[in-house]
């Protein structure tokens, strides 16, 4: 079975970068609306790498039946997925955001069931996805607990719905038969999702009274256009052109690992037993999905053959005859 490199270095890149947004993002509303925050977030990444694909991969690709296929998946992925996450992350702790988030593995397998073409999950992907969720909620276990937090539960009910969004528009985009260069896709959705956001902002949010912007909102802006959305979301568009879906959204639980390793190197959080055991269950369920879904994929492509073969033998036969 032929494996792409580029497509599983897309994914680690990923899974690191998305890791380290939950925290950033938490800094970045504390200085701005969070329709606005996000909306210029998305629209200036979509800006440059409109520029990008346009200037360095020499790729033309604009058309306008292109450019009209992402709305949709702009919507969902971009302004429901990420702006209800932004917004919810004013009342709840970016830890628990990641644990929601977390759950988007479930999700996909559950909703792909639905397309016929889609790979099947086994009994590893199963597997891997309970393991993973055990890890993941072992991991925050303390951030579960009602702090009491005004808006809390509509927090936590906010990130669920784009959690879910996420996993729709994720499965779209995998199975939507588009010829057009992944970044280019990804330009499109992010600018048609920062365009949504800054609507929102205008109907929702008050301009008139903006808060006092920090330089380490500003900062963290900086960091979520150029490694958030220009950089990982351009990554996460290629791995899940080239990857299993299910397989590319294991990225959700590897981003509370990530979290808590950064606590531990630079912000001195402990880490414990508990810690390890959570650690140890979110990899382990990682490389059983990823082998689940090259084992599937393996069967599929050995079925595919097998059945070549015996028409081919079929057609021999009838010739002879």
Request: charged letters at 10%; hydrophobic letters at 55%; one cysteine or more.
């Amino acid at each position: 079975m032929k494996t792409n490199p580029r497509a599983y270095f897309a994914l680690l890149f990923v899974c690191l970068v998305w890791g380290t947004t939950y925290m950033a993002l938490r800094i970045g509303v504390e200085g701005f609306p969070p329709l606005i925050f996000a909306g210029i977030r998305q629209f200036t990444a979509a800006i440059l790498l409109f520029l990008l694909v346009y200037f360095w991969r020499k790729k033309k690709w604009f058309s306008w039946e292109v450019f009209r296929s992402q709305m949709l998946p702009g919507f969902l992925l971009i302004t429901v997925g990420n702006g209800l996450v932004s917004w919810a992350e004013q009342f709840i702790p970016s830890g628990l955001a990641s644990v929601i988030c977390a759950s988007m593995p479930v999700f996909v397998v559950l909703l792909n069931l639905a397309v016929p073409t889609s790979t099947r999950p086994n009994l590893w992907v199963w597997s891997g996805l309970i393991l993973g969720l055990i890890g993941i909620f072992l991991l925050f276990r303390d951030s579960m607990e009602f702090t009491g937090t005004k808006y809390f539960l509509e927090g936590m009910i906010a990130t669920i719905l784009a959690t879910i969004s996420w996993a729709i528009g994720s499965i779209i985009v995998k199975h939507r038969k588009n010829v057009a260069d992944p970044m280019w896709n990804a330009a499109c959705q992010l600018f048609w999702g920062g365009v949504f956001l800054l609507i929102g902002s205008l109907i929702f949010e008050d301009w008139q009274n903006l808060p006092m912007i920090t330089n380490a909102s500003l900062i963290a802006l900086v960091y979520l256009i150029l490694f958030g959305s220009l950089g990982a979301y351009s990554a996460f568009t290629y791995a899940l052109t080239h990857l299993p879906v299910g397989l590319v959204s294991i990225y959700a639980y590897v981003n509370p690992v990530v979290a808590v390793l950064l606590g531990f190197l630079f912000l001195n959080e402990t880490v414990n037993s508990w810690t390890i055991l959570a650690l140890s269950l979110t990899i382990t369920g990682i490389f059983l999905i990823n082998l689940g879904y090259k084992r599937a994929t393996a069967s599929r492509l050995a079925k595919a053959k097998a059945s070549e073969v015996i028409e081919a033998r079929e057609y021999s036969l009838s010739e002879d005859i």
